[in-house]
């Protein structure tokens, strides 16, 4: 292989590249427009594009197109050639400013929960310069924002980039009364994300697997994750093909993919990328997953980001750890070493406790999906309910400053803020609680609620806004008070007496801390209907449009688009269940019937002294089952179906996950019992077993 260092970037349009290819005029230019948020002049565009374009050639990159992450979750591109005629039947490769600048798009055809009226369909794309852009499969690639005719956001990337610019005014704002030289800040993001791969040849044979990127049915293997041999365990040679190409495929586009492990469940793993600037992030998350996929392909590998591909073993997630870190470099919740880093950390500290106590609804609802209903709450998952996880040592300091007393037996004197000196506690001693939603891990909070193919734009769009807030509202107070220091001090005191109920550092898979966290007040969306129901919700819509992250019109569409997608996804699951028990499993499970039937008429006529009490017992044992799964299965297609005359998507979900859900569970209880009982020579579809442990 090349070297990592020569490789790394090498299809990237990065700060190198454009220092060496564009003239200081416009690269200065064009620093100024990314870091100021300026319209860019059309000579300066028009150069790199130019400038772009003759990159992209040299790489053997023949098309390009704008790269955008509409409503659906994953990325959309559209390829246009560079090719343009010349005269006397030639072409010549061109690319303008204006096709850098700005793109058409069909936004009927992507999901816009009604802002885009019908008769105007047009949807637009619009150069992002602050990620770069990239070579993907000879095609240009080049990250864009996607609006609606009308300006409103129809994507996962305009509202963060909202949000990161609502966060850089609320913190600036609480820096300067710090004195710090900052001039901006940004977010940063690490998503680990996990996944599933399982031979593809298993994987063409499911029709589950093909349409919903689950199994709806399937008898657990005699053998899960019990033994925990997995997690960490020796990599296989395939696998380990895989993710030496993926790895390479992730650095050549500039990734920076760093560690990669076996996970919980058999055939279960996990990448970490470094992190970086939030958008970045999840531009990068977004190509990881393709990558994933792509890659997997080329060994003969299905890779499964659904968040529970199989019932019985743990489901993928991704951990979106989080920061604040300035242009100067500071990562503001480091703890510092000088009592004022200490007062300035403990007030962002405060910042994000406040945010995730008054805004657990939002974050609960960012990462609420039908594929996650599945995970939270079920002893692999951080529960559905919302709590922070601070660690013993750093909840002992906050409870101290609280009551104004020391808070170990060796510091006698009052803790004050700005005056105390914080112990320096090691990092890995704070991260002890796996099973916390969202745990402070030294200096980072890891926000560990997601489902492994979810975005990650739209949780960091909630914790950035929702600390903004929270700044925004400490800087109004630290700007007018008389007395900096002591205005500080109660702050934090306040700030902790009040969000405190948010603060647990117990077992979140334990049953008890569902009472207990009713108690505290906290709330508890238990599934997507629920959790979507509150989107709307009056403090959620002041939130983003304060900040101007969302319009109130822009989350009114994104609340039709959430409960849609859930709808839609729960109607496929459904019809899937209904086609492969009607067409497959039934068929099958009365054939193999009728042979043990046979086998013990053929074995009486013999002689009546032969025992067929297996045949027998069998046989009833399958009619049974037959026929309760072919009730189930005629109650479930009259609710599939009847959802066609439910026009309210609010009321379709609340359809789909209380009485389409329930019949598919009944249903495949009655299925996986006969797939025990019929010969694994004619069961129509791979098992559990041979889908887990079938890399070898
Ligand atoms: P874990 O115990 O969860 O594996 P790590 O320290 O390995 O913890 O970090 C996990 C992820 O957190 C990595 O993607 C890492 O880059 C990311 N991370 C570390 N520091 C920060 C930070 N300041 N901001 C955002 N993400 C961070
Ligand atoms: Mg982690």
Redesign the pocket.
């Known amino acids: 292989m090349e070297k990592v260092t020569e490789i790394f970037a090498s299809n990237v349009f990065n700060d190198d590249v454009m220092r060496k290819m564009l003239s200081k005029e416009v690269y200065d230019a064009l620093q100024w427009t990314t870091k100021h948020g300026h319209r860019l002049d059309i000579s300066i565009a028009n150069e790199i594009a130019s400038a772009m374009k003759e990159w992209a050639i040299e790489k053997g990159a023949t098309h390009y197109t704008h790269w955008f992450q509409p409503m659906t979750g994953i990325t959309a591109e559209k390829h246009d050639s560079f090719i343009s005629p010349s005269g006397e039947g030639k072409i010549i490769m061109d690319f303008s400013g204006k096709e850098l600048i700005k793109g058409e798009s069909d936004a009927s055809s992507f999901p816009n929960g009604g802002l885009r009226a019908t008769f105007e369909a047009r949807g637009y794309t619009a150069w992002d310069p602050t990620s770069y852009a990239f070579i993907k499969d000879g095609v240009l690639c080049i990250p864009t924002a996607f609006c609606s005719f009308g300006g409103q956001a129809l994507d996962k990337k305009t509202p963060l980039l909202r949000s990161m610019e609502a966060i850089n005014r609320q913190a600036m704002r609480v820096l300067k009364l710090f004195g710090s030289d900052a001039s901006s800040v940004k977010t ?5 994300q996990e996944y599933f791969l399982i031979p593809k040849e298993l994987f063409d044979k499911r029709k589950d697997l093909i349409y919903t990127g689950r199994t709806l049915f399937g008898a657990m293997p005699s053998k899960g994750q019990e033994l925990d041999d997995h997690y960490f365990g020796s990599i296989k040679p395939r696998v380990h093909a895989f993710m030496k190409d993926l790895d390479k495929e992730l650095w050549k586009l500039g990734v920076y993919a ?2 990669e492990h076996n996970e919980a469940a058999p055939a279960q793993h996990e990448l ?4 970086t600037t939030a958008n970045i992030a999840v531009d990068h998350n977004q190509l990881t997953m393709e990558m994933m996929q792509k890659i997997a392909r080329e060994h003969d590998l299905e890779c499964l980001l659904h968040e529970k591909p199989f019932e019985g073993v743990s489901g993928s997630g991704k ?1 979106n ?3 604040i ?1 300035t242009d100067t470099g500071v ?1 503001l ?1 480091n703890p510092g070493e000088t009592p004022h880093e200490n007062a300035q950390f403990l007030l962002f500290l405060c910042a994000v406790i406040k945010a995730v106590h008054e805004y657990q609804g939002l974050l609960r609802i960012s990462i609420a999906s039908a594929g996650n209903d599945h995970r939270l709450g079920a002893s692999e998952a951080p529960p559905a309910i919302v709590s922070m996880f601070l660690g013993d040592e750093l909840t002992a300091i906050l409870d101290a400053i609280e009551t104004g007393t020391s808070y170990s037996t060796k510091e006698k004197e009052n803790l004050k803020v700005g005056v105390h000196t914080l112990p320096r506690f090691p ?1 890995d001693t704070t ?1 002890r609680n796996r099973t916390s939603p969202f745990a402070f ?1 030294g ?2 909070f ?1 926000f560990r609620m997601l489902g492994a193919s979810q975005s990650v734009s739209d949780s960091n769009i909630v914790i950035n806004t929702a600390v903004a807030e929270s700044l925004r509202q400490f800087a109004d107070r630290l700007e007018n008070a008389t007395d900096f220091e002591s205005e500080l001090n109660l702050l934090i005191r306040e700030t902790i007496k009040k969000h405190k109920a948010i603060i647990f550092n117990g077992n979140g898979y334990d049953d008890k801390w569902v009472n207990e966290a009713q108690n505290r007040g906290l709330k508890n969306y238990r599934t997507t209907p629920e959790a979507v129901s509150h989107y709307l919700d009056k403090e959620n819509v002041e939130l983003f449009t304060l900040h101007k992250v969302f319009s109130a019109e822009e989350m009114e569409s994104r609340f039709e688009i959430m409960l849609d997608n859930y709808n839609k996804l729960i109607n496929i699951e459904s019809r899937t269940m209904v086609n492969m028990v009607r067409k497959d499993i039934l068929p099958c499970v009365s054939a193999y019937s009728k042979v043990l039937a046979d086998t013990a008429i053929s074995k009486k006529t013999l002689s009546k002294k032969i025992d067929c009490t297996y045949e027998e017992e069998n046989v009833n044992r399958i009619s049974v089952l037959l026929n309760s799964a072919n009730m189930l299965l005629e109650e479930l297609w009259v609710a599939v179906e009847s959802m066609k005359a439910i026009k309210d998507n609010k009321q379709r979900a609340y359809h789909c996950k209380d009485v389409i859900l329930p019949l598919m569970a009944k249903l495949r209880d009655d299925i996986d019992e006969l797939e025990t009982i019929v010969s694994s020579d004619v069961w129509p579809y791979p098992s559990i077993g041979e889908l887990l442990f079938g890399v070898r």
């Not at 970490?272 to 992190?275: C, L, M, S, T």
């Open positions: 940063t993001v690490g998503p680990e760093k560690t970490a990328p470094i992190f951990h750890n989080w920061s870190t990562n919740l990092k991260d891990t200096n980072k890891e």
